[in-house]
């Protein structure tokens, strides 16, 4: 058995090492969803576990974005076959230990990935984060290590104002794609002025529409999945939303914002 702790300790990671076995994992997980549980698997556990929660071993945060992906992907609402290794994973002590709060850390670091689409990826990334919260949160030893993370300092609160920023961006963005996506359509519904317009116009129009369409969903999944983390965590998680006023403050100036983007009044 590979004593990770000591390997990280000691050796210095070429970073084509970690990002040829992710990839090696996410293609298993895809295409041999059954193969990912075996007896190796708990090697595979403590590597994930370990590199994740101690990012400061791999030379950039794509690295790490990288495995959170392997485990966002066998989530059994994905991959049923890999059910077992995600039970085995999540109840792993190192995992119930560290992993909630080397995820929410993540959560807030991750502005920059080293690659020309980070402004993007970085939503992604969160995305995938998100979802391996909210099934933790299903366990009661990695909830309360989330609600005890909540109580001890400022990288929760850290975590729930990113949380805040990314549901008011991607709102923002996901209605201003709606708009146009109802202005083109709307044109084209206006059949004579529609054909009045160029060829060249209106594939560019229709180009811009299916790329509209294309954000939106993805903005808007994004969004949902953010504002359902809202919703659980707040079921019992209270005290850093009635932190001192800049706090406080800063969060419901937030909360306003998203409830007037969503009513149209402003």
């Not at 050796?11 to 990002?19: A, K, N, Q, T, V």
């Not at 895809?30 to 708990?42: E, H, L």
Request: glycine letters at 2%.
């Amino acid at each position: 058995m590979f004593d990770w702790y000591f390997i990280c300790s000691h050796c210095l990671f070429d970073s084509r090492f970690i990002e040829d076995v992710a990839d090696f994992l996410m293609f298993t997980v895809q295409n041999m969803p059954q193969v990912i549980d075996t007896d190796a698997s708990s090697e595979l556990v403590i590597f994930l576990v370990v590199f994740i929660c101690s990012p400061s071993y791999l030379s950039s945060p794509h690295m790490v974005a990288k495995l959170i992906e392997v485990i966002f992907l066998c989530n059994p609402n994905l991959h049923s076959m890999t059910s077992n290794f995600h039970r085995r994973l999540l109840s792993h002590r190192l995992a119930q230990q560290h992993l909630a709060r080397a995820l929410m850390k993540f959560y807030t670091d991750v502005e920059s990935t080293g690659s020309a689409s980070e402004f993007y990826d970085k939503f992604t990334i969160r995305y995938h984060i998100s979802v391996i919260i909210k099934e933790m949160w299903k366990d009661t030893v990695h909830r309360e290590a989330i609600i005890e993370e909540s109580k001890n300092g400022r990288q929760f609160v850290r975590f729930i104002n990113m949380l805040m920023n990314d549901t008011t961006y991607l709102l923002d963005e996901s209605l201003e794609s709606l708009k146009r996506i109802h202005d083109v359509q709307e044109a084209m519904d206006r059949k004579e002025e529609w054909h009045r317009q160029s060829q060249e116009q209106q594939q560019t129009r229709q180009r811009q529409l299916a790329n509209d369409e294309r954000q939106c969903r993805s903005y808007l999944t994004l969004a949902s999945e953010t504002v359902d983390m809202f919703h659980y965590l707040t079921k019992n998680i209270k005290e850093p939303f009635l932190r001192p006023v800049s706090t406080a403050m800063h969060v419901f100036l937030k909360c306003k914002t998203n409830l007037i983007i969503f009513s149209g009044t402003g």
